[in-house]
């Protein structure tokens, strides 16, 4: 993690977050392991120790991104700083982006606890809109240091995101059907390998739950955080559930030079349910294709409601 820089105007100019015109800007780095993606490979003839250290290095450079989050009292904007040397910034990077929880301008309500997020998939936009996720936070009195700031931990249980690329896992290997002869049953296992090829989630095991550790700036009292996250007394600086870390860099409180905070407007409206819905059903349908999120085959495909 690079070293934090916190730029702050001093306790008594904090007091104006009681005005209406107070504003704040936190930037995120966002890291995710490789570590499970890597398992992937183990076993695959076809590929190669170079080839799985260059797809490896570039997964890597795909999960390192950068955040910024604009907040004030009630609202706030969360959106990656795209970077020019990032590896697939067109059409498939933000396909990408939305299969890995990120993409698009995520806004947050917390006053009226509503969330507003785009998203540009296969090129079809959506605009998400739903209710935030009531995450029942379970507060701690453990402390730690981040930048100048003394942050509180806060543990969390949320349901795993169905279309979120990052939570996928690769089955165990499953011990080979034997026939009543106690032979392997040769048509069980061509059965069981012909579905794996045409069928992306029968390969995989989807967690129902992943727990979420926060850390919490009472300090500085919203009600915001990065992501998704939201709902503990103080800004959230930090957040790990386990395989992805965001942390703050850099903290500005009174900005001089404001931004407007709104909710996105462009696409195709639907719920977060609907979305996910429409998600996994093109996932199998690139499946079936024989390509997964983020395969030429799935690129090419159009939607239709």
């Known amino acids: 993690m690079k070293k934090i820089f916190l730029a702050v105007l001093g306790l008594s100019s904090f007091m104006a977050t009681a005005q209406k015109d107070f504003q704040g800007m936190a930037v995120y780095e966002s890291k995710t392991s490789t570590a499970e993606f890597a398992k992937n490979f183990d076993g695959n003839k076809d590929m190669t120790p170079e080839m799985k ?3 490896m290095e570039r997964m890597k450079k795909m999960f390192e991104k950068t955040f910024v989050l604009n907040f004030d009292k009630s609202s706030s ?6 970077k020019l040397d990032a590896p697939g910034q067109g059409g ?3 396909m990408m982006a939305s299969f890995m929880g990120g993409g698009g301008t995520y806004f947050k309500n917390v006053k009226e606890k509503q969330y507003t997020v785009d998203k540009e998939v296969f090129g079809k936009e959506f605009l998400i809109k739903d209710s ?5 936070w379970v507060l701690s009195d453990e402390s730690k240091k981040i930048g ?3 942050c509180f931990k806060a543990t969390a249980v949320k349901e795993a995101s169905k279309t979120d690329f990052r939570n ?3 089955k165990k290997e499953e011990p080979k059907k034997e026939t009543e002869e106690g032979k392997v049953d040769e048509k069980a296992t061509s059965e069981k390998k012909e579905e794996k090829k045409t069928n992306f989630f029968a390969e995989i095991d989807m967690p129902k739950e992943v727990t979420v550790t926060a850390w919490y700036c009472p300090e500085i009292p919203v009600n915001q955080g990065p992501d998704e996250y939201w709902g503990l007394p103080g800004l959230i600086m930090e ?3 386990g395989k992805t870390v965001i942390m703050c860099s850099k903290l500005v409180l009174n900005v001089k030079e404001k931004i407007e905070i709104k909710a996105p407007t462009g696409g195709d409206k639907v719920t977060q349910k609907e979305y996910d819905d429409i998600m996994i059903k093109k996932m199998k349908e ?4 024989g390509g997964g999120p983020g395969s030429r085959g799935g690129m090419q495909m159009r939607f239709s409601r």
């Open 53 to 55: 250290t260059q797809i």
């Open 77 to 82: 904007i969360y959106k990656e700083e795209e």
């Open 92 to 94: 498939g990077g933000r």
């Open 132 to 136: 935030l996720p009531n995450l029942k």
């Open 148 to 150: 100048d700031y003394t």
């Open 168 to 170: 996928f896992r690769r």
């Open 239 to 241: 957040v790990n559930d």
């Open 286 to 289: 690139m499946s079936e294709m």
